[in-house]
């Protein structure tokens, strides 16, 4: 019986969760969804890297695993801010198709500053990989600073 309860309510609250997630998806601009799945794993990674780079001795080899996931997050991102893409529930500036050349500067000089953190977390450089860390934080900040609403 109890079992027979658990199993019931625990399909309700799949069934409620895939209703809510459908919901969300109707109400959004599906490349919006896109591009804020992307960033999100891209954090993801810089949060695995800060705690690595941050602790004496931590699991410096997934330093690599996390450069990479960064670097590979950024290769995805395309085309990801597409006129129209500015509708929906977005952080993104509007400023970001108006000053598009400025926008593609700032995105270029953040994969650049993740190829180099990918390179030296390759190379078990954990030095350089904060180095590298701090320029590709500094580029993000930079572009959100410009593109990103509070």
């Known amino acids: 019986m109890i079992k027979t309860l658990a ?7 799949v069934t409620l969760s895939a209703a809510a997630f459908e919901a969300r998806a109707e109400e959004n601009n599906a490349t919006i969804l896109h591009r804020q799945g992307i960033y999100k794993v891209a954090a993801g990674h ?6 690595i780079l941050a602790a004496k001795g931590g699991p410096v080899d997934n330093l690599t695993y996390h450069a990479n996931g960064v670097l590979t997050a950024f290769q995805h991102l395309g085309d990801a801010f597409p006129p129209g893409s500015d509708k929906g529930e977005t952080k993104a500036k509007d400023n970001i198709w108006t000053e598009r050349a400025k926008f593609d500067k700032a995105g270029k000089n953040a994969y650049t500053a ?5 390179e030296a977390a390759k190379a078990g450089e954990k030095a350089e990989t904060r180095d590298a860390f701090k320029t590709l934080a500094g580029a993000c900040k930079a572009c959100h600073e410009d593109f990103r609403k509070d």
């Open 7 to 13: 199993f019931a309510a625990l399909a309700t609250a």
């Open 46 to 51: 810089m949060t695995g890297l800060r705690s």
């Open 114 to 118: 993740a190829v180099a953190m990918a």
